[in-house]
């Protein structure tokens, strides 16, 4: 090991170390309840939410966090996929149907070790009955402080099936500039793009493959577009975040942008015999494009120059803006919503529904427990706490501009006193925590694309569950879109290379087992099974404080490619000190040199196995049992602590006994050659 002297000039300082809240709540996103969970949903979104609770509870008490999620039962994809199950035979409703993928989602989730405090469903027993009234109160409330407006927008209508169609049941291209959807619905694509229904590009029903017609419906909105200022403050405080990736902010400020049209250059003339009927708009020339753009002051004079294009059968697309964020729908499936003037009954959207299912899955846990449901407002409402939300970058728009700017208005009815800043005691701005897509060999892959993806649950055939926690998240999904190329499931693999899964969690079941291994047997061998106790050197001291700082650093920061990078060079160090150390002890024959060299090893294991305990939870806590160690060895207000302080007042501490071969962190059986 290095002379710590050397290190000084690069050792973080302990004295400026990050702010972690007194309480939080971290979420996982919601699946859909029509399918089980393919590998994205875990490796792209749950298991990096499951690092970051447990590694919270660690830093500031398990009682002070709730990690929730649950099933996402309402929404014609849920519809549409019931549909075409009972036009084959299926005989259960769609009740069963959902429950049913429920229960397979939340064993998925548990075989990965992802430790939800509760997995509810927005459709599905008590969390149910506490998300319709939850639903109920928050629109009832920004209905009553004026934030919400009703819009008579057309809507698709089968002729043929006689029916109005739900957003699923309609197929078309995205009129958005520049989207690559493979597949845009009703009023959004499958990248989250957000649009009037009129202007779906080549419309066709997916019940009987006609173009539908549109006839017009009322339904509830929120006025989105008033926070358009707001949303750009906080968007400016994002950006000073050190804990808020740059992809978040620049997603958020491409829909503050004004409404404007892109029209095909071959138009020109087209467009220039009918600008006079547009509102007043600016016209703005791109050369070397092959498009044109119009920039208008308001969304309303955008529209109306759209149905002008349209009527003369111009070719355009619109640019990204924000537009009235629709609350309200009829399809039979969803939750209720409260009739607020003298409506027919409709059901509410399930996005903004979606939402708010946090905060109804806060509540029930709470009411679980025997708490107050009101003490929700303690993590959600409180400026000593947070709200950390792990989402894919696809839905950015709706948790980073929808979800805020309604917390913004439930402040009062007075626009000019909302803030981008909440007061203590309204909803707090959570921070969000967005991944880019994980692929599948080199391409997008979705469960609606072309591209299928392996469900989660089929995976856990070929790897260990840590294995593959210890993969995703070294991925860097934080920085950029990455390919996740499982080896088995690769028909191009090179047989005679590596499996690029398996590199991480090797070090674990490789690098890191030899080393606790070996100090166990040593233990074992020559101390009669106690662990000898004493101070560290400087070295290691020095070691293990910059391995935390920085870990801690990058955890505050949510880069969890470089926590796997500072677990690794710090295991590594480890591994390297202890053999050299081990060598020249068994050499000499001397058992204070193996008494110095298990002391500062055991100190690095101890460092290794609480910094690891939110990857690894299942090998962590073996250690911890071996150590006869109690839970305060997770607890960060003794990070700095090593063994000797663990279990003041001994020499020595007594270790469970190791037998031979056991393996604290372990490979999967296919792994495994013959002769081993």
Request: charged share 30%.
């Amino acid at each position: 090991m290095e002379d710590s002297s050397k290190r000084k000039s690069n050792k973080p300082d302990r004295n400026n170390r990050p702010e972690f809240p007194k309480r939080a709540v971290v979420t996982g996103g919601m699946p859909y309840g029509n399918k089980e969970l393919h590998f994205g949903h875990v490796g792209g979104v749950f298991v990096f939410a499951d690092v970051y609770a447990r590694f919270l509870r660690d830093r500031i008490g398990k009682d002070n966090v709730i990690f929730v999620s649950g099933t996402d039962c309402y929404g014609s994809p849920i519809a549409e996929a019931y549909r075409k199950l009972r036009e084959n035979g299926y005989e259960g409703t769609i009740t069963d149907f959902v429950q049913k993928n429920h229960d397979a989602q939340e064993k998925t989730l548990k075989d990965y070790d992802i430790s939800l405090d509760i997995f509810g469903a927005s459709g599905l027993g008590r969390t149910a009955e506490i998300h319709e009234e939850v639903t109920d109160r928050l629109i009832r409330r920004l209905y009553e402080l004026g934030h919400l407006e009703k819009i008579s927008t057309a809507q698709f209508y089968d002729e043929k099936a006689g029916t109005f169609l739900n957003g699923r049941q309609v197929i078309g291209k995205c009129p958005v500039q520049g989207c690559t959807s493979e597949k845009a619905y009703a009023d959004e694509c499958d990248l989250g793009h957000q649009y009037m229904p009129i202007n779906l590009i080549d419309p066709k029903s997916t019940l009987t493959g006609e173009t539908p017609v549109m006839k017009n419906v009322d339904n509830w909105y929120f006025k989105l577009i008033d926070f358009n200022e707001l949303l750009g403050k906080m968007t400016a405080d994002m950006e000073k975040a050190d804990n808020v990736r740059s992809v978040v902010s620049k997603t958020i400020r491409e829909f503050l942008e004004p409404p404007v049209i892109y029209v095909m250059n071959n138009y020109m003339d087209v467009y220039k015999s009918v600008s006079d009927k547009m509102a007043e708009h600016e016209f703005i020339e791109e050369p070397k494009k092959t498009s044109f753009v119009l920039r208008f002051k308001t969304l309303h004079e955008r529209d109306d120059a759209c149905r002008i294009l349209t009527d003369n059968h111009v070719r355009f697309r619109e640019g990204k803006t924000l537009v009235p964020f629709r609350l309200t729908g009829n399809i039979e499936w969803g939750v209720k919503a409260p009739v607020l003037e003298n409506e027919e009954p409709l059901t509410v959207w399930v996005w903004p529904e979606s939402l708010w299912a946090p905060i109804s899955f806060t509540e029930a846990y709470l009411e679980s427990v025997g708490k107050p449901r009101e003490d929700w407002k303690k993590y959600w409402c409180s400026r000593d706490a947070k709200v950390y939300q792990f989402i894919g970058q696809d839905n950015i728009y709706f948790y980073g501009i929808a979800e805020p700017a309604m917390w913004m208005a439930l402040q009062s009815s007075d626009k000019s006193s909302l803030t981008a800043e909440p007061a203590d005691g309204d909803l707090q701005m959570p921070v969000l925590v967005a991944n880019h897509h994980i692929l599948f060999l080199d391409k997008k892959a979705s469960s609606s694309g072309s591209v299928k993806p392996p469900m989660a649950a089929e995976l856990l055939d070929f790897y260990t569950a840590e294995q593959l926690r210890m993969h995703w998240l070294g991925l860097g999904l934080g920085m950029r879109s990455v390919s996740f190329r499982p080896k088995p499931l690769d028909p191009n693999a090179d047989p005679n290379e590596s499996d690029p899964v398996t590199k991480e969690g090797f070090l674990l079941s490789n690098v890191f087992n030899r080393v606790i291994r070996t100090c166990f047997y040593d233990v074992q061998s020559h101390f009669d099974g106690r662990m000898p106790l004493g101070r560290p050197d400087d070295a290691t001291l020095a070691e293990c404080e910059k391995a935390i700082l920085e870990y801690e650093r990058f955890m505050y920061r949510t880069e969890f490619h470089q926590v796997t990078y500072v677990l690794d060079s710090f295991i590594r160090r480890m591994s390297k000190y202890m053999a050299r150390s081990k060598s020249e002890a068994d050499k000499a024959d001397d058992n204070e040199l193996r008494r110095t060299f298990l002391i500062n090893t055991f100190a690095m294991i101890k460092t290794a196995a609480v910094l690891l305990h939110p990857i690894a939870p299942s090998g962590t806590e073996m250690i911890r049992d071996y150590l006869n160690a109690g839970e305060e060895l997770w607890d960060w207000n003794r990070i700095f602590d090593t063994p000797a302080d663990l279990f003041p007042g001994e020499t020595s501490h007594e270790i469970k006994f190791l037998q031979p071969r056991v393996d604290f962190f372990k490979r999967h059986p296919s792994q495994f050659t013959s002769a081993e």
